[in-house]
């Protein structure tokens, strides 16, 4: 999942003054400091499953999430719950089980999330697959995005199984592969090629929810029922290679620089869309009176060729297609012209967007002589309803501790391929963190506050056994 995140502010003195003090409390006591930095402090049975989850490198490419399915299905079996490892023909495995209940008819909620994650990169301070405890936290790639919320929705299943009462619908758990290289060997092969696996599914509970939390406060809840779609592309050159002393426009990488140069020229055309204005309303309440009047007046404050009025960080997603090349491969040495080049770019559409009129745009901008390919893209869908028995579930448990909103997102994620369906899903983070702990996603030192993850599970257990309950 990818996600834009606001950088923190840095926080006032005063603010630091309790971690001072705590800092303090820490010298005086060093064997409760050495157990925090050393793993070896108590964890919860939840907790502990994600320290272990956090151990496994399933990092994307190549995945290998195979020792990651047979972790979590080694914990369903000892809590007597049988499930099944499916492979694609490239060999990567998901894991699926089926908590049925009696009478249910087989409706069911999937409790979907990804096993994969992306790479580390340099600049941690810790080692990135240590499951490392540390000053609190749990650290490792995949803390956040997306083991966390993978354990939590697996101490759901089992915590009905060990003490649920009567049930009146099914809970399917799984956890895929490849989410972060778009699904095509996850979700995306087992709904084409196990269609059987997802029967009388009638809601989806994934990542991406955007709760609001300053000061150890939770001022909303954020579930996400709408999402920009991707359109990721390839752009390949070919050119007449050669010595680099020699003048050669004819290149394939001056070819792939002079196009690209083109394309990011594209004039950007801001709109509101539907989800998003109807996001920001649901907002607006819990604004102040100048944000409360922006958001319920968004339309009056965002002309197609730019905002009217100044925006938080992060908000024009919400407004644009946008475009970035993330990856330029060409040549090694310096003294050399290659005789071949590639980039790709990473475009996100919004709900609507017409996806072929802008592949289109972008071919006529590169011009002629370079050849462009469509690696991943994804239809339009409605957004998932603010309504329905599992988004009550969720707005009830939630909603005793804080507003709960129906939210769009920038980012996207396996969610789509229910939309396109026809079947609601929802991104859910149960866990209420700060700024600074959720910008640790797709960057260095990802990691999660252990109390506030032993919160979020019993807030997911909560709302599943409300869904299943028998009526």
């Known amino acids: 999942m990818v996600l834009p995140r606001r950088r923190p502010r840095p926080r006032a003195l005063t603010a630091l003054l309790p971690l001072l003090f705590l800092a303090a409390l820490s010298l005086a006591a060093p064997g409760r400091d050495a157990a925090a930095l050393t793993g070896s402090a108590k964890l919860s049975e939840a907790a ?33 719950i049988p499930s099944q490892r499916i492979e694609t023909p490239a060999r990567r495995a998901s894991l699926w089980a089926r908590l049925a209940a009696p009478g249910s008819g087989g409706r069911a909620v999937l409790l979907l999330h990804h096993m994969d994650v992306v790479t580390p990169g340099p600049g941690w301070s810790v080692p990135p697959f240590s499951g490392l405890v540390k000053n609190g936290r749990l650290w490792g790639r995949g803390a956040l995005d997306d083991k966390s919320l993978g354990i939590a929705q697996l101490a759901a299943v089992i915590d009905l199984a060990r003490h649920g009462g009567p049930r009146g619908r099914d809970v399917v758990f799984l956890a895929v592969a490849d989410e972060e290289s778009g699904g095509g060997e996850g979700t995306g092969w087992l709904l084409a090629h196990r269609p059987e696996l997802f029967a009388g599914v009638e809601a989806v509970v994934g990542e991406g929810g955007r709760n609001q939390v300053v000061n150890g406060r939770i001022l909303w809840w954020g579930v996400e029922v709408a999402q920009k779609r991707p359109l990721w592309l390839a752009v390949e050159a070919d050119g007449r290679g050669g010595h680099a002393s020699s003048l050669n426009p004819a290149s394939a990488v001056h070819q792939l620089v002079v196009g690209l140069a083109r394309v990011l020229a594209i004039p950007q055309r801001w709109r509101v869309t539907t989800p998003a204005r109807a996001y920001l309303k649901a907002l607006a309440p819990y604004q102040n009176a100048h944000w409360r009047q922006v958001f319920t007046h968004i339309d009056g404050a965002i002309a197609e060729t730019g905002p009217r009025t100044f925006l938080f960080p992060g908000m024009a997603n919400l407004f644009l297609d946008t475009l970035q090349v993330t990856v330029l491969q060409a040549g090694e040495r310096i003294n050399v012209i290659p005789a071949a080049a590639r980039a790709l770019i990473d475009v996100r559409l919004l709900p609507d967007t017409d996806g072929e009129a802008y592949r289109a745009a972008v071919a006529r901008a590169l011009g002629e002589g370079l050849d462009l390919k469509v690696v991943l893209t994804s239809p339009p869908a409605a957004p998932s309803p603010a309504a329905g028995r599992l988004y009550a579930a969720l ?6 501790e804080a507003p709960v909103v129906p939210a769009m997102v920038p980012g996207f994620t396996d969610s789509r391929f229910f939309r396109a369906r026809g079947v609601a899903a929802y991104g859910v983070s149960p866990f209420a963190l700060e700024a600074a702990d959720s910008a640790g996603i797709h960057g260095v030192d990802e990691r999660i506050p252990i109390a506030a993850f032993d919160r979020g599970v019993e807030r997911l257990k909560r709302a599943v056994a409300a869904y299943a309950a028998r009526e």
């Not at 994600?50 to 190549?62: A, E, V």
């Not at 707005?395 to 005793?400: S, T």
Request: glycine share 18%.
């Open 48 to 80: 502990g499953w994600l320290q272990g989850y956090l151990r496994l490198d399933t990092t994307n490419p190549p995945g290998n999430e195979g020792p990651a399915a047979d972790y979590l299905a080694g914990i369903l079996a000892r809590a007597g």
């Open 395 to 400: 707005a009830k448990v939630l909603g005793a």
